[in-house]
Nanobody
């Protein structure tokens, strides 16, 4: 049974930092990443990382966010620096293997101005 458990969300002032972590179990994933969904908006990819370490970032977070992966622990993390109010959203861990995609329950990130 696949499970993705996120942690690390919260409230931070603009310019601050947060680190999100996702602990995965039940499979080894080809790709892992983070999506976010703000109120009234579609869910969007924030960053992803493959099993070989290739990363991809949404343009607005490039240079501010860093995704990393610990294959031994089966975790993926997102270090978020220089946070902006527009980064406020529910952040979801995502993992894919084969034809299957899995989601975590989501963690709220709120950035105050």
């Amino acid at each position: 049974q696949v499970q993705l458990v996120e942690s690390g969300g919260g409230l931070v002032q603009a310019g601050g930092s947060l680190r999100l972590s996702c602990a995965a179990s039940g499979s080894i994933f080809r790709i892992m990443g983070w999506y976010r969904q703000a109120p009234g908006k579609q869910r969007e990819l924030v960053a992803s990382i493959t099993s070989s370490g290739i990363t991809n970032y949404e343009d607005s977070v490039k240079g501010r966010f860093t995704i990393s992966r610990d294959k031994a622990k089966n975790t993926v993390s997102l270090q978020m620096n220089s946070l902006k109010p527009e980064d406020t959203a529910v952040y979801y861990c995502n993992a894919g293997v084969g034809y299957y995609t899995y989601w975590g329950q989501g963690t709220q990130v709120t950035v105050s101005s």
